[in-house]
């Protein structure tokens, strides 16, 4: 009786001014974070306030395709 899709799925969350900014010239990275979202709740992408280590600040990181 289950249906087709899975309504939870993972989804890869990545830094948006670090992409932008090309990152800090004294480390190299782009912060991801990895996390869980309902596709049914929320259909359109996921953007979360989340800590940077390569800004060393808060950032918007947005959804990304895998």
Do not use: W
Request: proline letters at 3%; hydrophobic letters at 25%.
């Amino acid at each position: 009786m289950a249906k087709g899709k899975d309504v939870r799925i993972t989804v890869i969350l990545e830094c948006t001014s670090c992409v932008r900014n090309g990152v800090n010239k004294v480390s190299t990275g782009i912060s991801r974070y990895i996390t869980q979202k309902n596709r049914h709740n929320t259909p359109n992408r996921l953007e979360l306030r989340k800590f940077c280590p390569y800004c060393y600040k808060h950032t918007i990181h947005g959804e990304i395709k895998k």
